[in-house]
């Protein structure tokens, strides 16, 4: 078993609390793979002041234990002497055993996590088939079984010419099995292991595909798990869905609207379910992502992808990278990578790539029109815009605005701090100090201790990702120009603190980069201080009243930071129940 802790992480590890929370998370790890539930509550009990840490490096220890766990399936054999699909038996005694004389294994043709395949011959209909059985025999675990058995049921309820049609269900010695149909051909894994496909020829082969999953959808089943290796291919050219080993039932709240509004049916706490370079962000976030429809649809768009360009959207040298590229960056556009790649599938699947669920296409079924708008050389719904859209989505978070939970009590923190410095600055000036040195160690050593303080303690939360870097850049890069105000006026030769108004635009571009890349609300918080600035210069004009323009920056600014830090420090109180 590798070990799921990255090394970069371990190195961070010291003594003390750091190492009692790698013996925590490491113990959790060794009851998973013992078959037990890990318990957080115990370790909250145990542990109170350590349970956030221990969250926090449990979510990448799991991950990485998720991923790594897959790597081994095909040496994933029991030495068991029960009932077990070893080599040792031969195919006539694996099915004697099992009570199932009907079925006359051929050869094995595939293997997963839990079960295996082969092509086998129905002695009773004298036909071919592809009989799916559970891996590991009797030694399965229940969890095992039941979405072995979830397979079977998801994909016998459905009834498409695209979905490979299961032929029959049942059970022998409480084992499951399947037959569905035998397609003879290839996968699309393989079909572009070679090159990227033209446009017309990879839309008529998908939209089938597509088809069948809106399907799908309709009959409340989530595949999961779409990619171009459970994509099958006939002699004839035909699509076919298969491997509904991650398909999940779901509900609609309303019989009014059979497409929106789902709520899985069952759920499964922390769990990263799917294909990496093929799973949307909301599957890579675990716990933290609501799974529907709309994440079938961002796999459909990424194996569109990779028909245009002949690789899939993030691929990286391990399935934890992958996945934070998933969580993290925006693919490159296929035409980047495919110059002759068709600008308009281009725009359909950069549309299903996007990470908010609410850009992308709202189902599968537009989707699908959208792919016969292009066969017919019509105008594609995914090139339309309109105002309202623009608007509406315009103070929505992105999908990076989680983050914000690991900084919410430290944004707080950081308010009281600016508004310290600020009256204590506007304090001076209205004492009458005129030498710029006070004011220069005020804010250069004040406010770059606080800026240490702050990045140790957000380190101590847990990883910082690349979005919070990309912030923090911003956020020193305007403390930078706050200090360099003092050094112009004094090039310049003017009075301490004339250029203070400039605080206020230069407060409200890091605001502006924020809302770019968390959440729109920030718009507002970038017009408050940029209202300021203008406002600050007006009392600097007035003679007859003091000016407290400091002041007025730093009971805005404040505010700025507060009560985004109060909402999302309530936000993350909430998750961690």
């Not at 000036?429 to 030498?435: A, N, R």
């Amino acid at each position: 078993m590798t070990d799921p802790i990255p090394e970069p992480m371990k190195d961070s590890l010291s003594s003390g609390s750091d190492a009692r929370i790698f013996q925590i998370v490491e113990k959790l790890l060794a009851e998973k793979r013992s078959g037990d539930e890990p318990s957080l509550e115990q370790v909250a009990k145990d542990h109170p002041d350590l349970i956030e840490e221990v969250k926090e490096l449990w979510k990448v220890a799991n991950l990485a234990e998720e991923f790594g766990s897959f790597s081994g399936i095909q040496e994933s054999r029991s030495d068991s002497k029960g009932d077990l699909l070893c080599v040792e038996k031969s195919n006539e005694q694996i099915l004697s055993d099992k009570g199932m004389d009907d079925y006359e294994l051929l050869e094995e043709i595939g293997r997963g996590g839990m079960g295996v395949i082969y092509r086998a011959r129905q002695k009773s209909l004298n036909r071919i088939v592809a009989l799916k059985m559970v891996l590991r025999g009797l030694t399965a675990s229940s969890s095992d079984l039941t979405r072995f058995r979830a397979e079977a049921e998801s994909a016998a309820r459905l009834k498409h010419p695209n979905v490979v049609p299961v032929y029959e269900v049942g059970e022998f010695d409480g084992l499951p099995f399947f037959s569905m149909q035998y397609i003879e051909g290839t996968t699309l894994a393989k079909k572009l292991a070679n090159r990227p496909m033209k446009g017309h020829e990879s839309t008529k082969l998908l939209l089938p595909v597509v088809e069948a999953i809106a399907e799908a959808h309709q009959q409340g089943i989530l595949h999961r798990d779409l990619k171009p290796s459970n994509i099958l291919i006939d002699k004839n050219g035909r699509a076919f869905v298969t491997d509904f080993g991650l398909a999940k039932r779901i509900v609609p709240d309303s019989d009014d609207e059979p497409e929106k509004n789902y709520q899985e049916f069952v759920t499964q706490t922390g769990a990263i379910i799917g294909t990496p370079s093929y799973m949307s962000p909301e599957q890579a976030a675990g716990s933290r992502g609501v799974i529907g429809p709309a994440s079938d649809i961002y796999s459909l768009g990424a194996i569109l992808y990779t028909t245009l360009t002949g690789r899939p959207p993030f691929q990286a040298a391990s399935s934890f990278d992958t996945v934070l590229m998933v969580l993290e960056q925006d693919p490159i556009p296929p035409r980047v990578l495919n110059p002759q790649a068709d600008r308009d599938l281009e725009m359909i699947a950069m549309k299903c790539l996007q990470k908010p669920v609410d850009l992308r296409y709202n189902s599968a079924n537009e989707l699908a029109a959208d792919l016969k708008s292009y066969l017919a050389n019509e105008p594609i719904e995914a090139r339309s815009s309109h105002f309202t859209q623009i608007f509406s989505r315009l103070f929505q978070e992105s999908h990076h605005a989680p983050i914000l939970e690991n900084w919410g009590l430290l944004l707080m923190l950081h308010s009281g701090v600016l508004l310290v410095l600020c009256l204590v600055t506007n304090g001076l000036q209205l004492s009458g100090v005129s030498d710029r040195w006070p004011y220069l160690m005020l804010w250069t050593l004040g406010m770059g201790t606080w800026a240490v303080i702050f990045w140790n303690l957000r380190h101590r939360a847990g990883p910082t990702t690349f979005v919070e870097r990309q912030i923090a850049h911003v956020w020193a890069g305007s403390m930078i120009i706050d200090t360099m105000l003092y050094v112009i006026e004094y090039q310049l030769q003017f009075p301490v603190l004339t250029l203070s108004p400039i605080l206020g635009p230069v407060g409200g571009i890091v605001f502006l980069m924020k809302a770019s890349m968390l959440s729109g609300w920030f718009y507002i918080h970038a017009m408050a201080l940029f209202l300021t600035g203008i406002a600050m210069a007006w009392l600097q004009q007035q003679s007859l009243i003091p000016n407290l323009g400091i002041t007025l920056f730093g009971v805005v600014s404040s505010l700025c930071f507060f009560l985004p830090g109060l909402k999302y420090y309530r936000q993350s109180k909430k998750s961690a129940k």
